[in-house]
T-cell receptor, first 115, second 114 residues
């Protein structure tokens, strides 16, 4: 069975602070994929990034960066110099090697960035 | 860009009604999914479909059915709506790809059953 845990249910920061959202996963698959999604107040889930299990390189995209560590089964997401527009619920998700691209979602972390 | 369109952003129905939620995607994706999202419970998979006329139960299929007559359209049906089906419903689609392909989501439908 697969499991994704986002221990932080809610985080509140002040604009321009850096913030890290934690994601820990469990899977028995040797090949798997990790995803992050953003859900702003309007409701739609927006795909942010995908990482596969055999590529542990960290990734940076503007103010966003992701740290994938297989040794600790973690795929953490850092926002640098947070902005009010970053306020959203963020979901981490896991997919094993399955044809249907089924996702196991974490419970989500609500990030509030205050001006 | 992938576009997943859900027919309604907000919907209010009465207990016992038969309710149809429609979802259309424009990228020729094989897979389509229906989730519901409730506070404290995250996203839960109701049904999914690998291909036209194919459907598989997710984690919480009770009280729901689905229809996929065309590749681009996946409908969720509440056979006899009940108040505990008041929720946010999200549709998604993806390509096949051994788990590697991201799901793309619609804007969601906030359904209230009175």
């Amino acid at each position: 069975a697969q499991k994704v845990t986002q221990a932080q249910t809610e985080i509140s920061v002040v604009e321009k602070e850096d913030v890290t959202l934690d994601c820990v996963y469990e899977t028995r698959d040797t090949t798997y994929y990790l995803f992050w999604y953003k859900q702003p107040p309007s409701g739609e889930l927006v795909f942010l990034i995908r990482r596969n299990s055999f590529d542990e390189q960290n990734e940076i995209s503007g103010r966003y960066s992701w740290n994938f560590q297989k040794s600790t089964s973690s795929f953490n997401f850092t926002i640098t110099a947070s902005q009010v527009v970053d306020s959203a619920v963020y979901f981490c998700a896991l997919s094993g090697n399955n044809a249907g691209n089924m996702l196991t979602f974490g419970g989500g972390t609500r990030l509030m960035v205050k001006p | 860009d992938v576009k997943v369109t859900q027919s309604s952003r907000y919907l209010v129905k009465r207990t016992g009604e038969k309710v149809f939620l429609e979802c259309v995607q424009d990228m020729d994706h094989e897979n389509m999914f229906w989730y519901r999202q409730d506070p404290g419970l995250g996203l839960r998979l109701i049904y999914f479909s690998y291909d036209v006329k194919m459907k598989e139960k997710g984690d919480i299929p009770e009280g729901y059915s689905v229809s996929r007559e065309k590749k681009e359209r996946f409908s969720l049906i509440l056979e006899s709506a009940s108040t505990n089906q008041t929720s946010m419903y999200l549709c998604a689609s993806s390509l096949n790809g051994g788990g590697s392909q991201p799901q793309h989501f619609g804007d969601g439908t906030r359904l209230s059953i009175l």
